[in-house]
């Protein structure tokens, strides 16, 4: 299985199966959906985004093209919450009861008006214990949110922030060991070089670029594309190929995006 069509691929881009890449013809709303707020019981009516096409994503896998990047999350008008039941399944009491303690606490009313979503939801799951790995993915998203706006220091933060969780996950035997988790480890260079640690970039890509699982589907490209901005010493967001083509995927169960753990059984 190619590296692009790979589980681990999918993973990477979904924080906790709230939202699912699936590449169409065309960024289109989806109809308004009416929602209560899982914390304060309020009502509203939200407006999500439909499909997308995905025209190529950047070394950090976001996906770039006429698509919702990251995919659209709901959000109460009242208590800011942004956790709801995916897929029309009600959350169960536990998750309810730590989701309203993660919103009604200090960090999280404290959070400055405009805050976005995934730095909502990342402030919430880390309340919550959520695994280092969702943890990473979800504050990376939320550096995406920010960097549509003028706040660099919160878009920077939400970077160091993923890379703190990053550093965690990839300490652990799981994420290095047989099956290395090749998104994680990827991104973790690109955020290396965003950061502007050059050595720390190269050393990180030397140490990988020869395991054997690197050496299929995307992952050469990446590392060789990484290879070159690390020499150039360039910091900025760079996608993967600069004219890429269109990819067009099927909207299903193959699709849903789950961010859980990382796949133990080799899919490459
Ligand atoms: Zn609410």
Known sequence: MSFLHSRRRFSLLAVAGLFS?????????????RLTCTVCRTEFVAHLAGSGTQTGMRLDF?????????????????????????EGKPLAESELKSIRSAVQSARFTHLPAGTPTYHRLAVIFEAQKNSPRELAMTWLAASWQWESGPNRAAELEC??????WLDRHLDSKTATGTTPDFEAILVRADLHRRAGEFEAADAWIKRWSAHPAFRTGLAPRMIQRQRELITARISTAEPLEPNPGTRTTTPGKATRLQLRKPVSSGSK
């Open 21 to 33: 890449f699936v590449s169409l013809r065309a960024l289109t709303p989806a109809p308004p959906a």
């Open 62 to 86: 976001r996906p770039t093209g006429p698509i919702a990047s990251p995919w659209t999350l709901p959000e109460c008008p009242k208590c800011r919450n942004v956790r709801f039941g995916s």
């Open 159 to 164: 970077r160091k922030q993923s890379a703190r």
